[in-house]
Each structure stands twice: as structure tokens, then as C-alpha cells.
């Protein structure tokens, strides 16, 4: 079992940065593959951003891709998204999640098996 709790959202103008937190708790943190994932109001939920087990690996959603950038520090067992020049369309709930079966991580959120509650991303023009 993980539990995962995410913070760090707000309200931002366009342009703008914000750094999300993810702290997991329970089994083996360093050993799951994590990604971050976002629904806004009235769409599906999305990828955004996931980081292999080892860290080595990251992979982006193509909207995201050069403005925001995965990291993980295993030793205070904390997942992080760094958010530059945000964008109004990137205004959702935020969701980091652990997949522990997975070594490189992926961008199907079915893969997925423990989420966070979320946090509130707004970004205004």
C-alpha cells in the first residue's frame, strides 16, 4: 500500500511558475514507478508527466513538454513537477501516482494503482 499526498497548487497568472510535492508513504516509495496526471472541469483525465523508478526516465505529455519537468528524491520518499510558463488551459486538478509494477512508469493512468486526493492548479490570463 502507498498512500500519496500532494501539495503546492494554487492560483497564478499566466506566465507564471508552481511546484507540485507529492510525499508517499507505506511500501517500497523508491521502487515504483510515479506520474502526475490532471482533469479539468468537464474532461477526461490526462497525462502529464511520469519518472521511472531510478529517476533516469521521464516522459511528457507533448503540451507540456519543455515547460514542465518530473523529478523524485527517494530519500525523502517525494515526487516533484516543476510548472513554468503556465498556461490558462493548464488550469485542473493535479493527481500524483505510484505504480508500483511498473520500472520505466507510463502514460496510461490504468497502469496506475495508488493516486493522491489532488490539488487545485488555476491559472488565469
Known amino acids: 500500500q502507498v498512500q500519496l499526498v500532494e501539495s503546492g497548487g494554487g492560483s497564478v497568472q499566466a506566465g507564471g511558475s508552481l511546484r507540485l510535492s507529492c510525499v508517499a508513504s507505506g511500501r517500497a516509495f523508491s521502487r515504483c514507478a510515479m506520474g502526475w496526471f490532471r482533469q479539468a472541469p468537464g474532461k477526461e483525465r490526462e497525462f502529464v508527466a511520469a519518472?521511472?523508478?531510478?529517476?533516469?526516465?521521464?516522459y511528457y505529455a507533448d503540451s507540456v513538454k519543455g515547460r514542465f519537468t518530473i523529478s523524485r528524491d527517494s530519500a525523502k520518499n517525494t515526487v516533484s513537477l516543476q510548472m513554468n510558463s503556465l498556461k490558462p488551459e493548464d488550469t485542473a486538478v493535479y493527481y500524483c501516482?505510484?505504480?508500483?509494477?511498473?520500472?520505466?512508469?507510463?502514460?496510461?493512468?490504468?497502469?496506475?494503482?495508488?493516486w493522491g486526493q489532488g490539488t487545485q492548479v488555476t491559472v488565469s490570463s
Open positions: 501516482a505510484a505504480d508500483p509494477d511498473s520500472t520505466y512508469g507510463s502514460k496510461e493512468s490504468e497502469t496506475y494503482d495508488y
Open positions: 519518472v521511472s523508478w531510478s529517476g533516469a526516465f521521464t
